[in-house]
């Protein structure tokens, strides 16, 4: 068998960055994770129809900072803040009291977003748009917002079958041992009637071209 190893966690420390950025002991190590296990999933349910990415949350002392990452700010910030002042009240008992703070950053091109790729294709498997429609548009309009390459895998009782299966589309590059490129990765469920089908999706973005640090330009001047 292929032994399969998360693309994010593969590359942690190389291209991508920890979504709980805090350091804890022995000790509080269970009860921080649990902690921030249930502040993903409360936000996550909470904000369902405002294109959450990602929840990167980050720990001070007693104070608990949380980074929304998301496409429709709006929805999140609701009606002169008062969405997000909920939020912080409720996070913030969540946590056992602690000062929480909530910032939103605004995801410029969802279309080159995995995660929310991957939730797209899920929600109109829902709808019941044929998985093959729904993947295919997907691919088009990623490539079209200048993706390098994009590959989607959707499995399990596909159209309704009896026997779960897999189906996959790639299009474009997406070499997935190569490090240094950029790759992004999203994982989505559709509930559907007839059972949970689940949505992968890896894409291949322009690697950003490094700029040199002062020190470097300096001594190369030299």
Same mark, same amino acid.
């Given at each position: 068998?292929?032994?399969k190893?998360? #693309?994010?966690? %593969?590359r942690?420390?190389?291209?991508r960055?920890?979504r709980?950025?805090?350091?804890a002991?022995?000790k509080e190590? #269970?009860e921080?994770?649990?902690?921030?296990l249930?502040?993903?999933?409360?936000v996550?349910?909470?904000?369902?129809q405002a294109?959450?990415?990602?929840?990167?949350?980050?720990?001070?002392?007693n104070s608990?900072?949380v980074?929304i990452?998301?496409?429709?700010?709006?929805?999140?910030?609701?009606?002169?803040?008062s969405?997000?002042?909920?939020m912080?009240?409720e996070?913030s008992a969540?946590s056992?009291?602690?000062?929480?703070?909530?910032d939103?950053q605004?995801i410029?091109t969802?279309?080159?977003?995995?995660?929310l790729?991957?939730?797209?294709?899920?929600l109109?498997?829902?709808r019941?748009?044929?998985?093959r429609?729904?993947?295919?548009?997907?691919?088009?309009t990623t490539?079209d917002?200048?993706?390098l390459?994009?590959?989607?895998?959707?499995?399990?009782r596909?159209g309704g079958a009896?026997?779960?299966?897999?189906?996959? %589309?790639?299009?474009?590059k997406? #070499?997935?041992?190569?490090l240094?490129?950029?790759?992004d %990765?999203g994982?989505a469920e559709?509930n559907?009637?007839y059972g949970k089908?689940g949505?992968?999706?890896?894409?291949c973005?322009?690697e950003?071209?490094?700029k #040199?640090?002062?020190?470097?330009?300096?001594e190369?001047?030299?």
């Amino acid at each position: 068998m292929g032994q399969k190893v998360n #693309p994010i966690g %593969y590359r942690l420390a190389i291209s991508r960055d920890w979504r709980s950025r805090w350091f804890a002991s022995k000790k509080e190590f #269970p009860e921080f994770l649990h902690s921030d296990l249930k502040i993903r999933t409360f936000v996550k349910k909470k904000l369902s129809q405002a294109a959450v990415a990602k929840i990167v949350i980050e720990r001070a002392w007693n104070s608990l900072r949380v980074t929304i990452h998301t496409a429709r700010p709006g929805i999140v910030i609701g009606r002169k803040g008062s969405e997000i002042e909920n939020m912080t009240k409720e996070i913030s008992a969540m946590s056992g009291g602690k000062q929480v703070k909530i910032d939103i950053q605004e995801i410029k091109t969802p279309e080159l977003d995995a995660q929310l790729v991957a939730e797209n294709v899920a929600l109109q498997i829902e709808r019941r748009i044929s998985f093959r429609r729904a993947m295919k548009k997907v691919i088009q309009t990623t490539m079209d917002f200048g993706a390098l390459g994009i590959k989607i895998r959707a499995a399990g009782r596909l159209g309704g079958a009896e026997i779960s299966r897999a189906e996959w %589309y790639r299009e474009g590059k997406i #070499p997935l041992h190569t490090l240094r490129q950029p790759i992004d %990765y999203g994982f989505a469920e559709a509930n559907t009637v007839y059972g949970k089908i689940g949505i992968k999706c890896w894409i291949c973005k322009k690697e950003e071209a490094v700029k #040199p640090s002062q020190n470097e330009t300096q001594e190369s001047k030299a």
